[in-house]
């Protein structure tokens, strides 16, 4: 299997504070991990793409000092939410995927909601 | 620029009847992949059926199957004898080789019992 781990799968924060969700790989080593971010029936929108042990890519228009990712190991890659205001509240969701292979495989998500 | 279209916010269906999904897509590049993603209410991402552009055989998954049309850069996808469980969203998504999972704006299918 190709099983993809979120945590946590929901979490409420006060404005100002600093949150970190972890994606995990449960099965298999996963040497790219991709960060979404999703609005109520809406697309996908990719925030960042982060290579195990490398600088995270992050794409136009993210700020990547307020959404810090980390791909620490080949099964774990965090992203930190930082300074997190009302408009950060968002479904995240990571996605993995194996070493010279396209596929990528989804975590459950996590809904993050700031107040 | 690569872009997806699918241009059916919303589409219903009966139990067991058969169904089908559009998609179309925009690239110069020959090589590719193409990906059918289903997301139910509890919004997990399960990816349904996966085409590579340069076979040219439809790509099957019991009763998910696509009609892929590299010429017309068209990638529909059929669901036979619909269920309930296949209540869910269901995205299209391009990529390059080596490139960036790029979504369609997704068509919310409603399996009526």
């Known amino acids: 299997g190709a099983v993809v781990s979120q945590h946590p799968s929901r979490v409420i924060c006060k404005s100002g504070t600093s949150v970190k969700i972890e994606c995990r790989s449960l099965?298999?080593?996963?040497?790219?991990m991709f960060w979404y971010r999703q609005f109520p029936k809406q697309s996908l929108m990719l925030m960042a793409t982060?290579?195990?042990?490398?600088?995270?890519?992050?794409e136009q228009g993210v700020e990547k000092d307020k959404f810090l990712i980390n791909h620490a190991s080949l099964t774990l890659s965090t992203l930190t939410v930082t300074s997190a205001h009302p408009e950060d509240s968002s479904f995240y969701i990571c996605?993995?995927?194996?070493?010279?292979?396209?596929?990528?495989?989804f975590g459950p998500g996590t809904r993050l909601l700031v107040l | 620029a690569q872009t997806v279209t699918q241009s059916q916010p919303e589409m219903s269906v009966q139990e067991a009847e058969t169904v089908t999904l559009s998609c179309t897509y925009d690239?110069?590049?020959?090589?590719?992949?193409l990906f059918w993603y289903k997301q139910p209410p509890s919004r997990q991402m399960i990816l349904v059926i996966r085409?590579?552009?340069?076979?040219?055989q439809n790509a099957t998954e019991n009763r998910f199957s696509v009609n892929f049309q590299k010429a017309a850069k068209s990638f529909s996808l059929k669901i036979s004898d619909s269920q309930l469980g296949d209540t869910a969203m269901y995205f299209c998504?391009?990529?390059?080789?080596?490139?960036?999972?790029?979504f369609g704006q997704g068509t919310t299918l409603q399996v009526k019992p």
């Open positions: 996605s993995a995927s194996r070493a010279g292979q396209e596929t990528q495989y």
């Open positions: 099965d298999f080593q996963a040497t790219t």
């Open positions: 982060s290579n195990e042990g490398s600088k995270a890519t992050y």
């Open positions: 690239t110069s590049e020959s090589n590719y992949y």
């Open positions: 085409q590579e552009a340069y076979k040219q």
């Open positions: 998504a391009f990529m390059k080789l080596r490139g960036k999972l790029i």
